[in-house]
């Protein structure tokens, strides 16, 4: 069954207006899959009935609840791997011998920005416990949905989310049995702070970071929201700060404000001098 | 790249298999530990073990201690691939030398990025 061309263009554009996120044409295969289960839980057969039904009385529940199920993205543990050890390896080690002389807070912030259900922060705590103590730490994690927000508050997660990517020392570590599920150990929640926040929006609070983990968001947007969003990122920082993207992302091309730095076989940013004043 | 499958269920051993072959490994199967001790006795070399816990013969925790006092085998990295999901069954493993600890069921993806974890496939540089 093939979506209709209306039902994808109406829905393309409440995503692209509530989460700045473009659903190019020959996307209509997520389209279809994502809201397929709402289409069902609502008691119909198929997208395009749900959605019409939409369009003729909107409710902002409905649309959110469409807008969720568009923008929340499958995770795993320490996703890539490169990235966090490039935040172990060097961008610690850098900031710690820059905190002696004086340069950066005693504590280290960091904002994970669309965190989805809280993979992404929780790792971070994880790789960071082994060379700084949790006290130290103050992760931001933010997400546009409240679902997600509330699952990566939760700190518990599914067998089958437990296997992705975790590796087993760090399981036992930091992780407890809840049930059938596992749960995230308290030192390391207390480090995370989690809140709603959209991209397109002021910067959320607990900043200015350090740190700011920006992965497989950017290839989502459009040139201009890219831009906007590097630019909302950029005063969310500390000069010196550090951005992390995702594997197939850069800021090349993109804001030339931003300055390249190769970490082993991985890349991390850094505001260019010019701009970092 | 070459993986040992040690599981009693021969569907299981197809699934692994399956999965492991579509990372680009060739695959040697055994029933139980004393038949992979076996395979690798024979001179077969192998890089991966992935290995069940509970198994007739020879379990999946007794075939681990034996990897680990060979000196020769040093080289084959242990993965436990078990229903068995206590904290403290998990941390045995370890202790024992198990290098990762994957609890079924678990998806194509889960595979593939525990050997990642394990620098046995490649982390694509791409998304």
């Given amino acids: ?277 | 790249m070459r993986a040992l499958v040690i599981d009693d269920s021969r569907t299981m051993r197809r699934i692994i298999v399956g999965v492991l072959t579509a990372l680009g490994f060739e695959t040697v199967e055994a029933a139980d530990g004393r038949q992979a001790l076996d395979v690798l006795e024979q001179g077969i070399e192998v890089d991966l073990a992935c290995i069940d816990w509970n198994m007739p013969v020879m379990n999946g925790l007794e075939f681990v201690v034996a990897v680990r006092e060979r000196k020769d085998w040093r080289g084959v990295t242990l993965m436990m691939v078990t229903t068995e999901s206590e904290h403290g069954q998990i941390v045995r493993a370890l202790a024992a030398g198990a290098h990762e600890y994957m609890i079924k069921p678990f998806t194509p993806d889960a595979v593939k990025e525990k050997l990642q974890l394990l620098g046995l496939v490649e982390i694509e540089e791409l998304v």
Wanted: aromatic share 8%; proline share 6%; hydrophobic share 45%.
């Fill in chain 1, 1 to 277: 069954m093939t979506l209709a061309p209306d039902t994808f263009a109406f829905v393309a554009d409440l995503v692209r207006r509530r989460s700045a996120i473009q659903l190019e044409p020959g996307k209509e295969y997520l389209v279809e899959s994502r809201l397929l289960p709402l289409a069902r839980t609502a008691g119909l057969l198929d997208v395009d009935s749900y959605v019409r039904g939409i369009r003729a009385a909107p409710h902002p529940t409905t649309l959110e609840a469409v807008v969720e199920a568009l923008t929340t993205n499958e995770t795993s543990w320490f996703r890539d791997a490169l990235p966090f050890r490039a935040l172990v390896d060097h961008v610690v080690p850098e900031m710690l011998t820059a905190t002696t002389s004086g340069m950066f807070a005693p504590q280290l912030r960091i904002w994970s920005a669309a965190c989805s259900s809280g993979q992404e922060p929780y790792s971070i705590a994880m790789a960071l416990a082994d060379v700084l103590a949790p006290s130290r730490m103050k992760i931001t994690a933010t997400d546009l949905s409240d679902q997600m927000l509330e699952r990566g508050r939760s700190g518990r997660y599914s067998q089958l989310e437990i296997n992705r990517g975790l590796p087993a020392p760090m399981l036992v570590k930091h992780f407890t049995r809840a049930g059938a599920d596992w749960e995230i150990a308290q030192p390391l929640r207390s480090a995370v702070t989690f809140q709603r926040h959209n991209l397109l929006d002021a910067p959320p609070v607990g900043g200015p970071f350090d740190v700011v983990f920006l992965r497989n968001v950017l290839i989502y947007f459009d040139l201009a929201t890219k831009r906007d969003v590097l630019r909302r990122v950029q005063q969310a920082m500390r000069p010196g700060g550090f951005l992390l993207l995702g594997a197939a992302e850069t800021t090349i091309g993109v804001d030339d404000g931003w300055e390249r730095v190769s970490v082993g076989r991985s890349s991390v940013y850094r505001l260019a001098p010019r701009r970092a004043a």
